[in-house]
C-alpha cells in the first residue's frame, strides 16, 4: 500500500502545494505592482497610499500576533521600542517611501526587476558587518561574491542606460497608450516614463532595495532576543503609520488627498492592503516555514515575467534594452548568490557530520579503551607474583 501523504490537501502533497502557493504569491506581489502604478496614475498621494496600505496590514496582523504568540512574546521594554522604531523607519518607511517614489519615474516592470538584487545586497551588507563570513576558497564565497557584483553591474546598466525600445503595445498617432479602468470612463495611459527622470527613479528603487536589505540584516539580532516574528511585524507596521503621519502633517497639507474619489482607488488601497501586506504575507511565511528561504527566492524572477506580461497589456509599457540587459544579469546574479547560499548549507550540513563522526569514533575509541582497561586489571593477580617467590 502506498504511502499517504498526512500533509496533503485534496490529494495535493505538500510539495505540489508548496510550488502552487509561490506562483499565487508570485501574481499576488506582481499584481501589486501595477496596482500600485495605477494608483499613482490616479493621482493618489504617495504619503496617503502607504498610510492606508499600513493601517490595513496592521488591522490583519494584530489579532493573530495576539493570539498565536502570547507565549512567546517577551515583555515589551524601552529598548525593545528603540528597535522598532528603527525597524520601521528602514523597513516601512524608507522602504516604501524609496519604492514609491521609483516606481513613479520607471515603470513596474524594472521596479520588480530591481528587486532581484535584494539577495545579493543583504548578503554583501551582512558581510560588510562581519555577521556573514566570505569564503574566498571555496566554490560558494566566489559565487556570492560573482552574484553580488552581477547584481550591482545590471542595477548601473538599468540606472545609467536606457536605450532604444525593444518592444511596446500598438501605438495611435505616435503615442502609446492603454486603457485602464477609472470611475466612470475609460482613460488612456501615457507610456510609465513619459516625462519622468528614468536615472532618478532607478536611484530611488535602488534606495528601496538598500532599504529593504538593511531591514533583513536588522531584523536577525532583534528576533533573536524577542522571538515573535508577527508581534515584531505588527509593531514595526504601527511605527511605520505613526513615521508617514509625522511626515503627511509636513508634506501633505491638502485634505482632500485624503479622501476617496473613485471606486478604483479604493481598489488599489485594499489591494495592497489585504492582499500585499496581509495575505502574501502569510503565505509567504508558510512557504519560507515548509519550503525554506532559497525556495522562495528562486521564485522571485517568475514575479517579474508576470508583472511584465500585466504592465504592458494594462498600462502600454514599454521595455528598453538597458532594462532588459539589466534585469538578465540580476537575475543571473541572484541565482549565483542562491546557489552560494545553498553549496554553503550543504557544506556545513557535511562538515557538521564529518565532526559528529569523528566524535562518535573516539567516544567509541576511549569507551573500547576503558574497557580493555578495566578487563585487563581483571586478569591480573591481587597481590604480585614475587611474593611466592619471597616465601
Known amino acids: 500500500m502506498a504511502d499517504v501523504d498526512p500533509r496533503a490537501v485534496c490529494g495535493m502533497p505538500e510539495k505540489v502545494q508548496l510550488h502552487v502557493a509561490m506562483l499565487a504569491l508570485q501574481f499576488g506581489y506582481a499584481g501589486f505592482h501595477v496596482v500600485s502604478r495605477l494608483a499613482l496614475n490616479m493621482g493618489i498621494s504617495k504619503l496617503v497610499f502607504p498610510v492606508y496600505r499600513n493601517i490595513i496590514a496592521l488591522i490583519l496582523l494584530v489579532p493573530f500576533a495576539y493570539f498565536l504568540e502570547k507565549k512567546d512574546r517577551p515583555t515589551l521594554t524601552l529598548s525593545f521600542v528603540v528597535q522598532f522604531f528603527l525597524l520601521a523607519l528602514c523597513g516601512i518607511t524608507a522602504n516604501q517611501g524609496f519604492y514609491l517614489l521609483g516606481l513613479d ?3 513596474p516592470t524594472f521596479a520588480s526587476a530591481i528587486q532581484n538584487s535584494v539577495p545579493a545586497i543583504t548578503f554583501a551588507m ?13 566554490k560558494d564565497g566566489i559565487a556570492k ?15 545609467l542606460y536606457k536605450g532604444p525600445t525593444i518592444f511596446g503595445p500598438s501605438t495611435l498617432n505616435g503615442t502609446a497608450v ?8 475609460t482613460v488612456l495611459w501615457v507610456n510609465d516614463s513619459n516625462g519622468k527622470n528614468w536615472t532618478l527613479g532607478c536611484i530611488y528603487l535602488i534606495g528601496h532595495c538598500l532599504s529593504w536589505s538593511g531591514w533583513l540584516v536588522l531584523q536577525a539580532p532583534v528576533l533573536k532576543k524577542y522571538p515573535a516574528r508577527l508581534s515584531v511585524t505588527s509593531y ?10 509625522i511626515i503627511a502633517a509636513f508634506m501633505e497639507r491638502d485634505a482632500d488627498a485624503w479622501a476617496f474619489h473613485s471606486g478604483s482607488e479604493v481598489f488599489t488601497i485594499l489591494y495592497a492592503g489585504f492582499i500585499a501586506s496581509g495575505v502574501a504575507f502569510a503565505v509567504q511565511i508558510w512557504c519560507i516555514d515548509r519550503g525554506g528561504p532559497v525556495f522562495v527566492a528562486v521564485y522571485q524572477p517568475v514575479q517579474t ?9 494594462t498600462l502600454g509599457e514599454k521595455f ?3 532594462g532588459i540587459i539589466g534585469a538578465a544579469l540580476i537575475i543571473m546574479g541572484l541565482y549565483l548568490v542562491l546557489w552560494g547560499k545553498s553549496a554553503e548549507r550543504a557544506f556545513a ?7 559528529v563522526s569523528s566524535t562518535c569514533e573516539h567516544e567509541g575509541h576511549r569507551q573500547s579503551s576503558v574497557a580493555s582497561f578495566k578487563a585487563s586489571s581483571l586478569n591480573q593477580p591481587l597481590l604480585p607474583s614475587s611474593t611466592s617467590e619471597n616465601v
Open 105 to 107: 519615474n520607471t515603470s
Open 126 to 138: 551582512a558581510a560588510a558587518l562581519r555577521i556573514e563570513k566570505v569564503r574566498i576558497d571555496r
Open 145 to 159: 561574491i560573482l552574484g553580488t557584483l552581477a547584481c550591482v553591474a545590471g542595477a548601473s546598466v538599468i540606472t
Open 178 to 185: 492603454a486603457s485602464s479602468f477609472t470611475q466612470d470612463t
Open 236 to 245: 514595526t507596521c504601527f511605527f511605520g503609520v505613526i513615521q508617514f503621519l
Open 305 to 313: 515575467l508576470v508583472v511584465a506580461i500585466m504592465a504592458s497589456l
Open 320 to 322: 528598453y534594452l538597458g
Open 349 to 355: 550540513v557535511k562538515e557538521a557530520a564529518v565532526l
